[in-house]
């Protein structure tokens, strides 16, 4: 017969062994769940520093045309997402990290929202060093700063003279350079001007003849298979078009037109209290109104259309500044 103390000894190793083992998941589960608390608040306070630093070149208190990268200690996967719903739409900002105490984990941090920022990059950015720089876009008058954001280094070839060729020149950037014999390093995005004769781009930009507005054709993988996508700009828009996603480019434009078709509005009304009350000489209601309803007429990547609004924008430019009392200051000098 077996002993009776016996077996209560083994079962009280069992019973400790099983209380153990449960101690010790829970241990390694607690554990677990606070690296990723960690991690997901580390990442969430990323994505905020990122709009935090991004705030100046919005409000136009950053006054550098070069401003130095955004250098982080780790490698992260930047994620931009453009929303364009009701009023001006808005920008959701996610950072994941991918080197560090927390490689390995899985998920990113939550989502940042930006309602006043229009960040042209790619949907997704991996890498330590992040460069940006901003530009203004007008139409006729200020609409909003834009925000340029990339990790990438990019080769601009056969530039023309002109205001993109003095900008790439004579602002020395380590991420973007011209290179007039054609010839890009391995590590570069080629970007081809009309004075390029080859084929090995990566990006293309078609000017239209008022050098003004044209055509950016990008070479972009869906599903394993090449094919070119092309995005209608004008003016500063091209450094949209060029530094990010097509559908982070769409969704930005649409949001800044329904932006320029607010403003347009308050100067409808601006225009019709001065005229109507004798108080100054000032831009015709209907000119506006006219070119309130050609800013409607636009959608994603139709030339016809983006061309349409700029040329209606130098016309009421023109007409502005010949007013006696300008509604906005000059756009461009022709």
């Known amino acids: 017969m077996r002993s009776k103390k016996g077996f209560e000894f083994s079962f009280s190793w069992i019973f400790a062994i099983i209380v153990g083992a449960m101690i010790i998941s829970l241990a390694v589960f607690a554990a677990v769940r606070a690296v990723n608390v960690g991690k997901t608040a580390t990442e969430t306070s990323l994505a905020k520093q990122f709009t935090v630093i991004l705030e100046p ?172 996508v092309k995005l209608a700009y004008s003016d500063n828009l091209v450094f949209a078009a060029i530094f990010s996603s097509p559908s982070i480019y769409e969704c930005n434009v649409n949001r800044l037109f329904n932006r320029m078709k607010e403003q347009t509005l308050i100067y409808i009304k601006e225009s019709d209290y001065l005229n109507g009350n004798n108080k100054c000489n000032v831009l015709s209601e209907s000119n506006l109104i006219d070119f309130y309803n050609s800013i409607g007429t636009y959608q994603n990547s139709d030339a016809n259309n983006m061309n349409l609004v700029l040329q209606k924008a130098l016309k009421l430019d023109d007409d502005n500044i010949y007013a006696s009392c300008p509604l906005w200051p000059r756009w461009r000098n022709t």
């Open 57 to 228: 070149f919005e409000t136009k208190l950053a006054s550098s045309k070069n401003p130095a990268p955004l250098e982080l200690n780790d490698e992260v996967i930047f994620f931009n997402k453009c929303i364009n719903d009701s009023g001006f739409g808005s920008q959701k900002i996610k950072v994941s990290l991918k080197s560090g105490f927390y490689k390995g984990q899985e998920g990113e941090g939550y989502e940042v929202t930006a309602l006043n920022k229009y960040i042209f990059s790619d949907a997704n950015e991996t890498g330590k060093k992040f460069y940006y720089f901003t530009k203004s876009f007008n139409m006729p008058f200020k609409v909003a700063n834009l925000i340029f954001m990339t990790t990438k280094k990019y080769c601009f070839v056969g530039l023309e003279e002109g205001a993109i060729k003095d900008e790439v020149e004579n602002v020395k950037r380590e991420y973007l350079r011209y290179d007039s014999t054609g010839k890009c390093k391995d590590d570069e995005i080629k970007v081809s001007f009309p004075l390029y004769s080859g084929t090995d781009w990566d990006i293309k930009v078609d000017p239209n003849s008022d050098e003004l507005s044209g055509i950016v054709t990008k070479k972009i993988k869906e599903g394993g298979v090449l094919k070119d």
